[in-house]
C-alpha cells in the first residue's frame, strides 16, 4: 500500500514520498525501507533519527524539515495499531467442519463457521456466523458463541455460557469452571453448589490460560470491551464491567466488583467482595483488602493499596531509614558519653 493511499485511509496528513510503497510493520530499530513505523514517546522521536523506517506515523508536534516520509496523527499509537490492521490484515476464517470435530445433533453451527480438528460441541450450544473454533477446544452443553467469535487452540468452555460477538479467547482459557466455595462441617470442607453461570459481553479479548469462575448462584459477568490478559483468575460471582482492562497474573476473590474503564494493573490481588469504582487504577503487585472500596478515579499502589501519592510517600521514608539507623545510634552513643561525664564528676 503506498503512504499516500494509508494517509487518506487514517484520515491524516502526510509529508514525503507519497507514492513509497509500504508492505509491512517493524519497529524504529528494526524497520527496513519497506516498513512502517511509529513514534510515540520522546525517547522513540530519539531512535527515529536513525531509523531506516520507509515511514513513520508521528505526531503533529513531532519537528518538521526532517526529509522523512511521515504520516502525521493526534495519537500514533492508536493510528499505527489501525495501520497494521490495514497492511497485515487477519486471515480470512475458512467456512468447514473438520471430521474428527465431534457436535451434538441439537447444536446450532451459523453460516461461515471454521471448526477445526477434534473438536467437541455439546448439546444446545449455538455458534454465531462467522466464527472460528481452533483444534481441539471442548464447549459444553447450552453455550452461546456469538458472531465472529474466535476460539484459539485448547479453550475449555463449560455448560451455559454465553458469549458476545467479537470476543477472542486465546489457548487454554477456561471459562465456566467451578468457584471455589466449600463450607466446613464435621471438620470436613463440604462443595458449597457452584449452580450459576458466565455471561460474557461483546467484543472482549480473554489471554492464554486464563480463567473465569461461574458464579455459586447468579452470574459471573465480564462487560463489553474489556481486554483480560493471560494467566488471570476472575472467582466466582465478580462483576467485570465495561472496557477495563487487566493485565497478566492477577486474581480476583470471589464477589469483586470491577466498575466501567477501570484499570487493573499485574500481579494485583483483591479479596472478597472488594469494589473499584469507574476509572480508578490499580498500580501492579497492589493488593486490596476485603471488602474495601477504591474510589472512582483514583489511582492506587502498594500492600494494602492506597492512593499513590501516600505511597510515594511511605516509600521515600522507608529509604531513609538506613539514614535514621545511623542518626539513631550517633545520638544513643552521645547520650551514652555524656552520662559516663556527670557519672565521673564529683
Known amino acids: 500500500m503506498r503512504v499516500r493511499e494509508l494517509a487518506e485511509w487514517l484520515g491524516a496528513t502526510f509529508e514525503g514520498d507519497g507514492e513509497k510503497e509500504l508492505a509491512g510493520v517493524a519497529p524504529l530499530e528494526t524497520a527496513g525501507a519497506a516498513d512502517l513505523s511509529f513514534v510515540g514517546s520522546q525517547k522513540a522521536a530519539k531512535q527515529a533519527e536513525a531509523s531506516g523506517a520507509g515511514a513513520m506515523i508521528v505526531s503533529q508536534e513531532f519537528p518538521e524539515g526532517s526529509g522523512r516520509t511521515l504520516i502525521r496523527v493526534a495519537v500514533p499509537r492508536t493510528a499505527f495499531a489501525r495501520a497494521v490492521s490495514r497492511l497485515l490484515p487477519a486471515p480470512p476464517v475458512i467456512a468447514g467442519i473438520h471430521p474428527s470435530a465431534v457436535i451434538a445433533a441439537n447444536a446450532e453451527i451459523g453460516p461461515g463457521v471454521a471448526i477445526g480438528p477434534g473438536v467437541n460441541i455439546g448439546a444446545g450450544t449455538r455458534i454465531g456466523a462467522g466464527s472460528s473454533i481452533g483444534s481441539g477446544c471442548a464447549i459444553g452443553s447450552r453455550v452461546l458463541i456469538g458472531e465472529g467469535g474466535v476460539l484459539h487452540a485448547k479453550v475449555t468452555i463449560y455448560d451455559d455460557v454465553d458469549i ?29 453448589p457452584q449452580v450459576g453461570r458466565v455471561e460474557i459481553g461483546d467484543d472482549v479479548e480473554i489471554g492464554a490460560n486464563t480463567c473465569i469462575d461461574r458464579a455459586a448462584l447468579g452470574v459471573t459477568s465480564i462487560g463489553e470491551g474489556t481486554k483480560i490478559d493471560n494467566m488471570v483468575h476472575i472467582g466466582h460471582n465478580c462483576r467485570v464491567g465495561k472496557h477495563v482492562a487487566i493485565a497478566a497474573q492477577t486474581g480476583f476473590s470471589g464477589g469483586v466488583v470491577i466498575e466501567d474503564y477501570a484499570v487493573v494493573g499485574g500481579q494485583v490481588g483483591i479479596g472478597d467482595k472488594a469494589r473499584v469504582e469507574s476509572r480508578a487504577v490499580l498500580g501492579s503487585g497492589c493488593g486490596v483488602l476485603t471488602s474495601k472500596i477504591v474510589r472512582a478515579g483514583q489511582v492506587v499502589w502498594g500492600t494494602p493499596a492506597r492512593p499513590l501519592k501516600q505511597y510515594l510517600e511511605q516509600l521515600a521514608n522507608m529509604s531513609r531509614l538506613p539514614e535514621i539507623r545511623r542518626t539513631l545510634i550517633d545520638l544513643k552513643r552521645r547520650v551514652s558519653e555524656m552520662e559516663a561525664r556527670i557519672e565521673r564528676k564529683p
Not at 173 to 181: E, P, T
Open 164 to 192: 458476545g460477538r467479537g470476543a477472542v479467547l486465546h489457548s487454554g482459557c477456561v471459562i465456566g469452571a467451578d468457584g471455589f466455595g466449600f463450607v466446613m462441617e464435621q471438620g470436613r470442607y463440604q462443595k458449597f
